[in-house]
């Protein structure tokens, strides 16, 4: 069939029809053109089929290439002739940003240039935007009616797709016309349009080149500062400043971690401050504020979240920054006030900034108080103000945010990020990245579980080490704000200031280990206790057990028939219940006799309460009103069950009679009441203490040394209340010292004033009426206490990062002394077989350290302390390389205005070769797209290696005088290992954006099985008109799926259990889907938009830059 129609099949492309017009026509001497946009690529994929045209003339239209669509407004009406130079320049200089990379394309793009220079080539830009139309003329010099001469029309323009040079799915069809009138009338039609254009000539395509990485050639000091500029960003110019109120200090390490965190909040919605303890954070999360609400304005609404005991120190440093108007205060167990809207606090929704101080007290994810936090952290701004978006910003304080595990991170990300489409380079869906590293930290922990005897410590630092190197590289670095103190001392800058300022950091001396002996008939009971205590009995894992059953913790276990049907995960509670007691009694005798004392008498008197209740055939099982409390103070079983009824509790769920539970329960319990008993009569006949003589002689002859602590102050921490109590009075006994202040939650606030007299070096009106304090870890947190530089860890705590917390109390700002003693107790060796004390806390530190540097051993010799704001293998001290980095564009935007302006204007695919000595044959390639940005070291035997930043920068250091060599020295092997670098890229990101598109179709599996429910629940709605519900359960599906709300899943996956067991009829199960999404609707049910989802689509990386080395 002929026809004069053609699309862009292949060998019926347009590129082909011109090809053979050029091959077949005898007198082919003029091309004309009329396109929507003009693509040099298809320019220079024609010129060799029209090297003898002699007239080539361009006219270009509408410009609205999808790949800089976001630059080019062409052009409402008549605009002047500058006007339309200045955006076909634009467009030009955007074409060679995405051009490819590579020497053909270069110089094609150079000759089409050339070609406008020697007038080959003619073009001009229409000014109007009602340009639509795309036609083609091929004529000869003389066209006329019995001459040759062609018009093509369609939807065609050149480019590559247009022309059909390269695939496309882009359908183009064009019809190819030789009759002379319709050739003629497009002729005029074009000479009509090309006599109201605008031409491009020699000064302007000299300029449109000159804005490229064509013509440049920067020096290496130049291509290395704009790989600093562009890395750092707004941070290098950022001018901030604060007027600081009278007696604070500014600090300017301060001031750069206020930069810093602000470009996170404004970036990401959310950032960590984890500062390590002392330095600040306090100060710096309010400078934050304030400068949130100058940018938002003055209706900005604030919300800080904090521990009970901190609520003064905010509210004077709001109050002291004049922003105390602006904020609603609320302690971490208080939150559901604001869900509730209960007293004077705003709808959850009116808040515009979230602080949260001690965050890592939100790291469990099943805790109602974090359901609560992320209610508020994630509903959106109701009223936005100058700062616009409807997410919240949301500060996360604290020192130690990694307090356990990686999965304590991914939760606290999840305060201001969502599960997918996170804002964090490299990562869009975060439970997927979590993932593998969760997996390798629980395989870890098993088999930490297994070293008993610690003869792997040193392996298990080195692979916590390696974990959580990845997850800082990846994740950490990107949202947090961290100094440690070593960073700050040896940045210069900061070196200085707090030098001028007569600011000392002291230094952290490694621990000091006391070990205190057990000898005789001591030993011999502590290790009979231990194996009592440890050997518990269980008829798979343990079955010749000998030691205590725990039963009073287990009594759901042995519940039988109807009454075991209320208590479906059983098994587990009590398991659970077992464990934690067992460790809380180890951990008791290993904190002091005295404590372990009382505790033994304790769990002696509750299980023989339990017994009592069988006597009494009435075995009271409520954890919500607390029965060993109600029988401790004496309370009837009667009026117990009285008082849970009126509690709202059914007396059938709470009271069971003795044939409710297996024999073998009370025999256990008994079992364990004449353990007990016995233990309680060898330990009462105990008189001796090892542990308090070594300490009372370190007292005497060490703690007050005046070499160690020149100011006679000690601070002595246990998480024992009962040993606080003992060592206070042992002190006040043997020693007759009556300056012992004992602190423990009931008397702390009454003693903050004279604690903030005798310890703390910043109050000014000071005494000495205190020199010891001896606390439980309720100031392990938000005081100061450094007027002390002696440490004293009694015992240690189960959470091991708390140790960080305590020296944290004596190592800050201010502090008096230019050293920091710690000293501990550490865990004997039987005791650390059952319970792993001392690895269980170095793993847990290890992981902290590496994740976040800090600044000295704190628990053992053994811990590996980095410092991750990196250091210089070559100098001895460590140096905060990142902040140095820093700093050096700072200076030169400071001292060199022009040039770094010139530097920072440097286009795209900017590149220079260096003939230094060292690294020849090889080029260093910086890569960057919205999934990842890259560093790429390609070396002379063809392998393209990722590199890290730091690396890359100890690469292109150059001095300002350093020229540039001869790119033409470098041409045979520079763009080749380019492109080796574009497509090792491409291979990881592609592997990367697969592996989450997988997971993203499949989600998580716990994510799929929550959109599984919902749909069942939707299904189960076909057979009633409930319309309402099923656009409830269509929007909570959208919420479950971007991965907003934790609780949400969680409620879901509840409810679903709980149907499973119960077994309702058809109506009854309508009726509590119904009510279970109208709960979850009203409760979870926030607006979505755009903004909450990310393209998924693997975009090319863009070249920042290269350099090569001769």
Known sequence: MSTKFFNNTPDNSLFEKFKGIAHNMLDFHTFQAVVGYFRSSGYFKLREEFEQVKKIQILVGINIDNLFRKQSKLFFGQIDEQAVIDAYSHDFVEEVKNAGYDEQTERGILQFCQDIIDKKLEMRIHRSKNLHAKFYLLLPENHNPNSDGWVIMGSSNLSDSGMGTMPSNRYELNVAMKDYDDVEYCKQEFEQLWEQAVPLNLQDIEQMKAKTHLAQLPTPYELYMKVLIDTFGSQVEDDFTMEMPEGVKDIRYQHDAVIQGYQMLMQHNGFFLADVVGLGKTIVATMIAKRFVEANGRYTNILVVYPPALEKNWTDTFKLFDIKRYAQFVSNGSLNKIIESEGNFREKGEYDLVIVDEAHNFRGATAGRYDDLQLICKTPRINEGLVKGHHKKVMLLSATPLNNRPTDLLNLLLLFQNARYSTIEGIQNLPVTFSPWIEEYDKLMRERKLDKYNERNAEFAKRTDDLYEKIRTQVIDKVTVRRTRNNIKNVPAYKKDLDDQHIVFPDILPPNELMYELNGGLNDLFYSTMAILTDTPHPEDNPTGKGLHYARYRAVEFLQGEARKKYPTALHISTMLTGIYRVHMVKRLESSFYAFRRSLHTFLRITEDMIKMFDQNKVIIAPDINVKDKQAKGWELDRIIEYAVEKGLKEEDTVFKDEDFSERFLEMLKEDAENLKELCRKWDEVSEDPKLELFIDKLK???????????????????????????????????????????????????????????????????????????????????????????????????????????????????????????????????????????????????????????????????????????????????????????????????????????????????????????????????????????????????????????????????MEEKPGDFAKVMDFHYDQVKLALESYQKVVRKVVDAESMENRKK????????????????????????????????????????????????????????????????????????????LYDRYNIPLDTDDERNEEILEPQIVVSESFI
């Not at 009106?765 to 206490?785: K, M, R």
């Not at 960080?804 to 230019?818: K, L, P, W």
């Not at 907003?1044 to 077994?1063: C, D, E, H, T, Y």
């Open 1004 to 1079: 998580d599996k716990s994510t799929n099985a929550v959109l599984s429910i919902l749909r069942t629940m939707n299904r189960a709605l076909n057979a009633v008109d409930a319309e309402k519900t099923v656009a409830q359960i269509k929007k909570l599906e959208q919420i479950v799926e971007l991965g907003v709300f934790i609780g949400l899943n969680s409620s879901i996956n509840s409810f679903n259990r709980q149907v499973k067991k119960q077994k309702p009829s058809s109506e009854e199960l309508i009726a509590q889907i119904i009510d279970k999404i109208d709960e």
């Open 701 to 959: 002859h060490e703690f007050f040394d005046k070499e160690i602590n020149p100011t006679g102050k000690l601070v002595i921490f246990s998480e024992s209340v009962d040993t606080v109590n003992y060592l206070t009075e042992q002190l006040q006994n043997r020693l007759h010292r009556h300056d012992i202040l004992d602190v423990c939650a009931s008397n702390r606030t009454n003693r903050q004033d004279i604690l903030r007299k005798c310890f703390d070096a910043n109050y000014a009106g000071q005494s000495d009426e205190f020199n010891i304090v001896i606390t439980s870890d309720v100031l392990a947190e938000g005081v100061n206490l450094h007027r002390a530089n002696v440490i004293i860890n009694y015992d240690s705590p189960w959470n091991a990062t708390r140790l960080m917390q305590r020296i944290g109390r004596v190592n800050r700002i201010g502090s008096v002394a230019d050293k920091i003693y710690n000293y501990m107790f550490y865990p004997s060796m039987q005791g650390n077989q059952e319970i792993h004390l001392y690895s269980n806390a170095l793993i847990k530190l290890q992981g902290f350290h590496s994740a976040f540097g800090e600044d000295a051993q704190i628990y053992s010799r053994e811990e590996i302390v980095k410092e991750f704001q990196m250091f210089n293998p070559d100098i001895q001290d460590a140096v905060d390389r990142n902040l140095k980095f820093l700093e050096e564009a700072r200076e030169l935007y400071r001292t060199h205005r022009k040039l770094y302006n010139h530097i920072k204007a440097l286009p795209m695919k900017s590149r220079t070769v260096r003939e230094i000595g060292k690294h020849s044959h090889s080029t260093i390639v910086y890569l960057s797209s919205p999934q990842k940005v890259e560093y790429y070291w390609v070396k002379a035997d063809g392998k393209a290696l990722s590199i890290p930043f730091l690396d890359a920068m100890d690469i292109m250091k150059a001095e």
